[in-house]
């Protein structure tokens, strides 16, 4: 049974960070591409961020871009974004998602979301 489990999220003032975890079980981590995602209130799921499966190979979108840096430990099984210079329009629930490819996409399995609140 494939199992995301994120954590890390909080609140956080305006140019501050956090580093986002997503523990994964139930299937073979190191063999997919995973990716994170996001809900702001009251809109849809976007895209944030993705990277390959030897994690050589990231992908952006732009509102991020230079700001957010993902990573995974293939050994632990855990996919991370490290997200710096925080702005309130970050502020969403994040999920990580085992993605169809390395380009923009919401589909896939995903977890349960952590909250990440930008705010003074």
């Known amino acids: 049974q494939v199992q995301l489990v994120e954590s890390g999220g909080g609140l956080v003032q305006p140019g501050g960070s956090l580093r986002l975890s997503c523990v994964a079980s139930?299937?073979?981590?190191?063999?997919?591409?995973m990716s994170w995602v996001r809900q702001a209130p009251g809109k849809g799921l976007e895209w944030v961020s993705a990277i390959t499966t030897g994690g050589y190979t990231t992908n952006y979108a732009d509102s991020v871009k230079d700001r957010f840096t993902i990573s995974r430990d293939n050994d632990e099984n855990t996919l991370y974004l490290q997200m710096n210079n925080l702005k309130p329009e970050d502020t969403a629930v994040y999920y990580c998602v085992i993605s169809p490819s390395i380009y923009p996409s919401t589909s896939g399995p995903r977890g349960q979301g952590t909250q990440v609140t930008v705010s003074s």
């Open positions: 139930g299937f073979t981590f190191s063999t997919r591409i």
